[in-house]
């Protein structure tokens, strides 16, 4: 279709396409009118037709004449409603029709309105700008404002409603969907009485063409009932995700029957006429449906965000299960969690002296990044299995913790000043991990680096030592946008474990660990039980170190690949770096250098911690459908408390806020969250 002139009137349109009898099936007049129309006085408009009945007449007729014989279940069974059953192919569909619309049967509504509005948003949004009495009136002059009761339409209607209840009936009888709502079992499939309702409806239609439901009628009732029964059995489902996982497959299926009866249930709403005026009300309410359907039907941010909302929940509500053991109360807790980071700081310092030794090897750069990885892989698990600390893996779990307590139901009436002074908990919790980290890097580095110049007669980390000292000069080097690079691996990892434990609780793994056959009769039932239990606590802490290794190690040589300057800093190893390239130099440097180096350690720390914390709130406010705006009292409570009690942020202070704060935490942990 060719593009008209933007400057041309609705009147000149009407004179050049309709003073006379049209008898086009050609779309380009009905396209220029629309066009000409929005520009401009809608009022002006009707006044032309009501003092033009021979131009009214004549678009009337062509307007019938372009609509005879064209079916629109395509636009109400198709329009905005998921294609496909997994999420990258329906990204994949969604993005080529964006660039490259599909070929549709011309012989269809879908088809005339893909070619009359190249923006049925922006043609939604004007039609309901529009006074109601003015459309009312609009759609009376074309003749079709009681075309719902019109009985092709009701057949198209009933038909749609049909072909979309087989579609959800055979989707619920998967074995995989039904496993998801095992409260279900004990009671009649309500798919299966909403698709007999259907058909029941259809071949009464067939019978009575001029049936005409109420909202009294016992058949709409049983639908509407239904309906909601199955839309019952989706939310059921969803909320059984937190206790038997889910799948991208299953987040899909149940996303499309969703929006399958939600859909069944609007087409029918259509076809319940009480009174007069509900007839032109319907018909306008069908001609909205069917332009919003189009509209949103290749949407790609409700996709994504339809898509991932339920996935990125429970990656986020089994980090906040694990995230609430990084927040200490007492004492005692928090001299732990320093000893428990110190144990990460020993063992991070020996990998310092490791990947230095690594880089002397002579190899190929995928050598190195091997290499580094399993140095990296390898330590960390060392951390996790030995219980230890790394302070950067906590921001990740303490945000999800964080973002949950925050939106339990059960808190909406919380005293902000305890939730604050949770917050202090969590920061101190952070602090002393920092300083165990640190504090046990910097000396056992140097400590090992020393006994090898002891040993070998020769100082390995001379040669190195320019290097490890520019890199923690933030002004010489990209250190804070390499800090940045390690606190989004940090957020990775987290979703990797969130991930590894959905996945976990959702293909049974522990299960069938225990229930393994070969697995009891060779090394004994208890053996077996004791491996599930290992399994299930430990098996997504490993994944995630490991892979967390992974990234760290193989970034430089990938950037070196590419010829980009990408490295990592994290917070414990800049220390450990310091303390090789201070012994490097033999202790000879000057006061900048030191300085600035020691200056950088914290800095790097405090971007590990900005960027994987943020990342990670942003992920859990999304999950649980929050956002920054609702929790901005909380914020001025937090900067509030911060002024008034500076040192509880940083030092276990007693306070007679401790009880309210652990109690506001341990209800949100024990209750097992229930969003869809």
């Given at each position: ?6 400057s041309?009137n609705f009147?000149s349109v ?6 006379f009898?049209?008898?086009t099936l ?12 929005k520009?401009s ?19 009337k007729?062509y ?10 279940n ?5 329009a ?6 997994a999420?990258?192919p329906?990204l ?5 029709n ?5 070929v549709?049967?011309e012989k269809?509504?879908?088809?005339l309105?893909d070619n009359?509005s ?13 006074p109601?009495?003015e459309v009312n ?13 019109n ?10 409603m049909n072909i979309l209840?087989?579609?959800v009936?055979?989707?619920?009888m998967?074995?995989e969907?039904?496993?998801?709502a ?12 909403l698709?007999?309702e ?9 019978t ?9 009628d016992s ?7 239904y309906t ?5 059995f ?8 937190s206790?038997?996982g889910?799948?991208?497959?299953i ?6 029957i969703?929006?399958?009866t939600?859909r ?6 259509l076809?319940?006429i009480?009174?007069?005026d509900?007839v032109?009300?319907?018909?306008k309410?069908l ?19 339809d898509?991932t909302?339920?996935i ?9 299960e694990?995230g609430s053991?990084y927040?200490t109360?007492?004492?005692?807790e928090?001299?732990?969690?320093f ?7 020993i063992?991070?310092?020996?990998l310092?002296?490791l ?9 190929s750069?995928f ?5 580094y990885?399993?140095n990296?892989?390898?330590g960390f698990?060392?951390i996790?299995?030995?219980?230890f600390?790394?302070?950067t ?6 945000a999800a ?12 009436k ?6 604050a ?11 002393i991990?920092?300083v ?6 910097f000396?056992?580095a140097l400590a090992?680096i020393?006994?090898?110049?002891v ?14 000292l ?11 946008l390499?800090?940045s690079i390690?606190?989004?691996?940090l ?9 590894i ?8 793994i522990p ?26 606590k ?12 992974v990234?760290?190690g ?12 990408l ?6 190893f800049?220390?450990?770096n310091?303390a090789i ?7 000879s440097?000057d006061?900048?250098?030191f300085w600035?180096?020691?200056f950088?350690?914290?800095?790097i720390g405090f971007?590990?911690?900005l960027v994987s ?8 406010f999304?999950s649980?459908?929050l956002n ?13 408390y ?6 509880k942020f ?12 652990d109690?506001?935490?341990s209800?949100?942990m024990?209750?097992k969250?229930e969003?869809?």
């Amino acid at each position: 279709m060719k593009f008209f002139n933007s400057s041309t009137n609705f009147e000149s349109v009407l004179k050049k396409y309709f003073s006379f009898k049209n008898e086009t099936l050609s779309l380009e007049p009905f396209a220029e009118f629309l066009e000409s129309i929005k520009r401009s006085d809608f009022t002006d408009v009707l006044n032309f037709f009501r003092n033009n009945p021979d131009f009214t007449e004549n678009f009337k007729h062509y307007i019938h004449n372009i609509f005879e014989g064209r079916p629109f279940n395509l636009s109400l069974t198709e329009a905005n409603i998921l294609s496909e059953n997994a999420f990258f192919p329906e990204l994949k569909k969604r993005i080529l029709n964006k660039v490259l619309p599909p070929v549709e049967k011309e012989k269809t509504v879908w088809y005339l309105i893909d070619n009359i509005s190249l923006r049925p948003k922006k043609d939604l949004e004007y039609l309901h700008n529009l006074p109601e009495n003015e459309v009312n009136e609009f759609l009376t002059i074309l003749g079709v404002s009681d075309f719902i009761t019109n009985n092709n339409v009701k057949k198209e209607l009933v038909f749609s409603m049909n072909i979309l209840s087989w579609r959800v009936t055979g989707m619920a009888m998967e074995v995989e969907v039904v496993r998801m709502a095992p409260e279900y079992r004990n009671f009649d499939n309500p798919f299966l009485a909403l698709q007999n309702e259907l058909e029941g409806l259809a071949a009464e239609l067939e019978t009575n063409p001029d049936l005409q439901l109420h909202s009294k009628d016992s058949r709409y009732k049983q639908i509407k009932i239904y309906t909601q029964q199955c839309q019952e059995f989706v939310n059921i489902a969803f909320k059984n995700s937190s206790k038997y996982g889910i799948s991208g497959k299953i987040n899909q299926s149940l996303l499309k029957i969703r929006q399958q009866t939600e859909r069944i249930y609007e087409i029918v709403k259509l076809l319940v006429i009480n009174n007069d005026d509900d007839v032109i009300i319907k018909s306008k309410q069908l001609v909205f449906n069917i332009l919003s359907y189009k509209s949103h039907k290749n949407n790609i941010s409700e996709l994504i965000n339809d898509s991932t909302r339920l996935i990125s929940h429970l990656i986020t509500n089994h980090t906040a299960e694990t995230g609430s053991h990084y927040i200490t109360s007492t004492k005692k807790e928090y001299m732990k969690m320093f000893y428990k980071a110190s144990g990460g700081g020993i063992i991070v310092g020996a990998l310092c002296v490791l990947k230095m030794l690594y880089g002397y090897i002579p190899g190929s750069d995928f050598s190195h990044a091997f290499l580094y990885s399993m140095n990296y892989a390898m330590g960390f698990v060392m951390i996790y299995l030995m219980s230890f600390t790394l302070a950067t893996k906590q921001p990740a779990m303490t945000a999800a913790t964080m973002t949950k307590v925050l939106s339990e139901e059960g808190n909406s009436k919380r005293n902000n000043t305890e939730f604050a002074h949770l917050v202090s908990k969590l920061f101190r919790s952070q602090f002393i991990a920092f300083v165990g980290n640190v504090a046990l890097s910097f000396p056992i580095a140097l400590a090992i680096i020393y006994g090898l110049d002891v040993f070998f007669s020769q100082n390995l980390a001379a040669e190195r030592s320019d290097k490890l000292l520019k890199d923690l000069d933030p002004f010489q080097s990209k250190a804070i946008l390499h800090a940045s690079i390690a606190g989004f691996y940090l957020f990775i990892s987290g979703i990797i474990s969130g991930n590894i434990g959905n996945n976990s609780v959702f293909y049974q793994i522990p299960e069938r660990i225990a229930k393994n056959i070969s697995i009891r009769k060779l090394l004994g039932a208890k053996f077996a039980k004791s491996l599930s239990k290992y399994y299930a606590k430990n098996w997504p802490g490993i994944v995630s170190n490991f892979w967390f290794g992974v990234f760290l190690g193989t970034t430089a040589p990938v950037g070196l690949f590419f010829g980009l300057d990408l490295d990592i800093r994290h917070i414990t190893f800049a220390a450990g770096n310091f303390a090789i390239g201070l012994y490097g130099k033999d202790f000879s440097v000057d006061s900048y250098t030191f300085w600035i180096s020691f200056f950088t350690v914290f800095l790097i720390g405090f971007f590990n911690f900005l960027v994987s914390f943020g990342l990670s709130m942003f992920l859990a406010f999304r999950s649980r459908k929050l956002n920054f705006g609702q929790v901005s009292e909380i914020y001025k409570e937090i900067f509030k408390y911060f002024f008034n009690h500076p040192f509880k942020f940083f030092f276990p202070l007693s306070s007679g806020l401790d009880k309210k704060a652990d109690d506001l935490m341990s209800n949100t942990m024990s209750t097992k969250s229930e969003d869809h």
